[in-house]
Structure formats: C-alpha cells, structure tokens
C-alpha cells in the first residue's frame, strides 16, 4: 500500500495525530489519500481534482485492468461497446458444487474476536482480499465512497482501543442500571467484544460524504446510500477474508466522532466500520454471541413480510 502524509484538522488542535496508511487500489482513484506536504492541507477542490485524476501506478498488482472509457459521439467506440453487450448476453453460471460451497462460505462467516495475536497476516493474501472486495462491491452511482485507513502507529491504536474501553464500561453501567436482574450486565460484562489488543491488522473504514464521484445519482433523495454502499464493500472483504482464511472483526463501540478526530482524517468522511484483522484462535458454525447466550437467531420466516 502507498503511504501519504496525514494532517489534522486545524480545529482539533488538543487531539492526538494518528499515523496512518492509506490502501490504494488501481481501480478506485477516489480511495486515494492526499499527500500533505510541509502541513499546508490542498483546498477541497485541489483533494477532488486528486481523487479524480487516475494513477499509472498500483500497489495491488493483482487487480484486473480498467477498461478504457468510452467516447459516445464515437461510432467506432458505439459498435465496441454493442459487440461487449453481445458477449455478456450469456450468463456467467457457476456449478452446483459452488453454490453449495458459497453457502458454507455464508455460513462460517464469524464476527472475530479472538485472533492468533503472534501470527502476522499474509500481506499478498491480504491485498487480494482487499483488491477483490473494494474493487467489485456496488455503490450508489458508482460513486465507490470508501476511504480505507491502514491503523498501524502505536499512538493511534492506543487511542482507539482507549475510545473503545470507555465507551464499553459506559454501555455496561447502562446495562446495569436498566436492568433490575442484572443479568444483561453479568452477561455483557463477560463478552469480549474487541480483538484491539490482539488482531495484527486495523482498518478504519470512512464514506466520503462529499465526494463528486457519481454526480451523486441516487444519493439526493437518499444520502445515506453511500454509507451503506460502504457497508456493502465492508461485507464483500470480510467474505472474501474468510474465504483464504482471515478472520475479520467489527467494532462498533466506538465514538466515532472523536476516533476521526484522533485519525486526523477529513472532515467530510463518517466513520463506517472499525476492523480488526487477522487469523481466528478457534473456529466455529455458531455466532459467539448466541453460544454465550446473548441473542438467539430468529427463523427466515419471522423476518419475511409476505404481502402488504
């Protein structure tokens, strides 16, 4: 992954300066970080400008190739893209031996938390999963808003695992004021419900709630379809971790707010997902939080609406 400078924000002068690494792939320009350079952040205009100017070169050397874009007042260019059409015409099919094994793929999804801390990540296995997750997933007029930040420095893991920590005891004096039995609170007390400590990868996932890539089709009526666009590319990567064998874990008890403050990223990205990253200690067909007696699965036909 290409590195880049980060600068804070002038206005968050009292919070910490995280260290950061930026993923970059080939084909999404707009993942891009802006280099700071001699801490004189670029104008807004100037970081649009940067997202959208497409880059020669890639760290993921995997990734497949663009495909050029196409001039519409061309008839050349008209008869390439209608011969392309004629191709796909005919469906891709997979085998039922693929079906079968996407559905285990489904099945032993798990939300790590208990990761090998001692066994560093394999970093092409890694990429590959990256490349391949971000670089197909769907977004709302392809405005693909995912901005994807490597946490590696001690200072900004140390703050983010800081923000987890409070925000986890406060939620457990909520459960235990709330609950005159005070079994959520025993129960929530015994979760672990962070791999911070462990997991050998971090990844801050952030929509871009600003950017013109898509000319924002679909997001006027519905702004939101770009967080969820990234919620979208977040499953794809944990499926495709999954299947080499890589454990992914969300953290959500987090101020996001305030963790984008001590990333020191822009101010127009929402925090989206918090990843922890890494092989599993254990695995297992069975969510940890129903094996621990938190919730229950509710059956297909309970959540199905059949007619309005």
Known sequence: PSAF?????????????????????RL????AFVPIDNGKSPSYNERIRHHLRPRLKSSLNSAPVAQPSIDHNDKSSDNNY???????????????????????????????????KNTPVDETALQRAL???????PSVGLSQPWRIVRVESDEAREAALRNFEENNAEAL?????????????????RLKLSGMKEAPVQLAIFCDEATAKGAGLGAQTMPEMRRYSVVSAITSF????????????????????????????EEDWALVGYLCVGYPE???????????????????????????
């Open 5 to 25: 400078g980060m600068k804070r924000p002038m206005h968050a002068t009292n919070t910490l300066l995280a260290v950061a690494t930026c993923i970059c792939t």
């Open 28 to 31: 999404d320009p707009t993942c």
């Open 82 to 116: 209608l011969q392309q059409q004629q191709q796909h015409r005919h469906p891709r099919e997979f085998s039922p031996e693929f079906q079968l094994e996407f559905e285990q793929l489904l099945h032993w999804r798990r939300d790590v938390r208990h990761f090998q």
């Open 131 to 137: 490349s391949t997750a971000f670089n197909s997933a």
């Open 173 to 189: 004096r909520g459960y235990n004021d709330n609950d005159e039995e005070n079994d959520r609170g025993r129960k929530y007390a």
């Open 238 to 265: 944990w499926l495709t971790a999954r299947s080499v064998g890589i454990g992914v874990g969300w953290v959500s008890i987090l101020d996001a707010k305030r963790l984008s403050k001590d990333l020191g990223v």
């Open 282 to 308: 254990e695995e297992d067909d069975t969510p940890e939080l129903e094996r621990c007696g938190w919730e229950m699965r509710m059956a297909i036909d309970d959540l199905v609406i059949t007619s309005v």
